[in-house]
């Protein structure tokens, strides 16, 4: 299977370059940890001040903030093709015979991989420090994370392959990133925002996997668990068609 | 049947910028080819076209008998390519990153393994395979790309400014390189230069490429015989017009106290030359260069923003170096 091959390969780099790129790995901690340590402590303590519930909160965060993580990881790296398009290996890879939806494909595995390492290192320092984490609860959570990040990474792929100018990536960080994050519920229940955003809230696909992940990690859920996986088997089917049709139209940046 | 064919190719960006003009070209098997020209004169656009990088506006053209836009993956499956701006990645190590290329172009282990150690071999890096590239030379990157477009024995093998950012010693390296590869192997090569000496070593015939179109083509030899064979420079008072008068002279032209003189056969008529010239403080004879030829034909609009003189005359200002 040569396409097979081709995917491995850009796969393999994808991963060897992360893996290389330590002080990218250790950066994209830091954040999380103080959503979760500073944030979550803060704002759980004040809002149940004299209880013992500040570590309830932490926990209902927990998920969201595993979301937001893998959520900025995979995006980041969909959109990095802005820069790399102009230069390395990407150039390398659009003139060998290897299709392009294997391409796609190969940089899709590559941030999943990406914002996966990220997932369970993240995943484990929760389940040492804020909520009690099965084995069970453990794979059902990285499942989720692949179908989250296919669908994220592609999205920033997408967007990556269509914008021309890295001026564009500012806007993508405000008008795409944030509102997924904000609107997805991680920090706070969906039905706590005002009816208007709600719509915005139900179409977000990152809704449903916060939904998803507290439902395995809390067994908190707002929606039945079939339709938070349907939800992101659909999103992740329809952004790899579009991704793939991207690619096609890739050319060399001038 | 040409293995490159270029019928009315043209690129346009955007709507103003023409990079490529309805270029026709044939590119023999076995050849190899020397695009020249100067910077944004469409070489690396054409190159990039042919490659199926970049779509072509309108026209059509053909690689190892495959249309580009109809065929890319058989073209790329036919081509290698040495680019200009580094394409090697800075994390990997030299192996990696050749072991990578293999894999994408569907080489089998064992293959592959054998091919990289060759190819390591063959660009002197060997004992820096296991560094990451991050810490080679701008010179080592370039051989390690060299290394990388050759890898899968591809039939045509594109070269954007191959030596560019070499030291002399491994141009010459990659020069004998080109050779052998052209001689016993019979892959056809295309590079583009701004190294006028290199285009003269190596290419069998080369284009001259101005503003997108080929304004002249040929062997070195043909093209530097439109000039002249050889040149005369002669320091102190010469009477240019008496010059002019001598058969085997085609070209006079005189700047700070020099005169440079084209002529056929300096062999044989230097000592007409000098006998009708007289005393004079110093003669340099010297062969027309492809570097005379690409004056002569791309230095029009240098010559009409400076307001004097053509390249004859340029050549003869900047005393004659060979730039």
Known sequence: MPELHGIYAVWKRELLVYLREKERVVGSFVSPLLWLFVFGSGIGGSMYAGTSGSGAYQAFIFPGILTMSVLFVSMFYGLYIIWDRKLDFLKEVLVAPVSRSSIFLGKVSGGVSDALIQGVIILVIGAFFIVHISPAQFIGTILVLVLLTFFTTSLGLIIGANLHSQEGFALVMNFVMWPMFFFSGALFPVSQLPAYFEPISLANPVTYAVDALRTVILGQSLFPFYLDIGVLLAASAIASVIGIISFGNLQQAK | ?323
């Open chain 2, 1 to 323: 049947m040409a293995i490159i064919s270029c019928k009315g190719l043209t690129k346009r960006y955007d709507t103003k910028v023409l990079a490529v003009d309805r270029l026709n070209l044939d590119i023999e098997e076995g050849e190899v080819f020397g695009l020249l020209g100067p910077n944004g004169a469409g070489k690396t656009t054409t190159i990039s076209m042919l490659c199926t990088l970049i779509h072509a506006t309108s026209g059509a053209a053909s690689v190892a008998g495959f249309d580009i836009g109809r065929q890319p993956s058989l073209v790329r499956k036919s081509i290698g390519i040495v680019f200009q701006e580094p394409s090697v990645d800075d994390l990997l190590t030299g192996r990696e990153n050749l072991d990578l290329h293999g894999m994408l172009y569907h080489m089998a282990g064992p293959e592959r393994k054998r091919r990289i150690d060759e190819m390591l071999e063959l660009v002197g890096l060997t004992d820096r395979a296991d560094d990451l590239v991050r810490e080679y030379s701008g010179g080592m990157r370039r051989r390690l790309e060299i290394a990388r477009g050759l890898m899968h024995s591809p039939k045509v093998l594109f070269l954007d400014e191959p030596t560019l950012g070499l030291d002399p010693q491994s141009r010459t390296h990659i020069w004998d390189y080109i050779r052998t590869l052209s001689k016993e192997h019979g892959t056809t090569m295309v590079l583009t230069t701004h190294y006028m000496e290199e285009a003269d070593l190596l290419c069998n015939r080369v284009g001259i490429i101005s503003q997108g179109k080929i304004i002249a083509l040929g062997t070195p030899r043909e093209l530097k015989s439109k000039i002249g064979e050889d040149i005369v420079r002669l320091k102190g008072a010469v009477d240019a017009q008496k010059l002019k008068r001598l058969k085997f002279v085609k070209k006079v032209a005189q700047a700070d106290g020099v005169t440079t003189v084209a002529l056929v056969d300096a062999p044989a008529n230097l000592q007409a030359l000098l006998k009708e010239v007289g005393k004079v403080d110093s003669v340099e004879v010297r062969e027309v260069t492809l570097n005379d030829v690409f004056l002569h034909y791309t230095g029009k609009e240098i010559h009409q923003e400076e307001g004097e003189g053509g390249w004859f005359e340029r050549v003869a200002r900047s005393g004659g170096n060979r730039a």
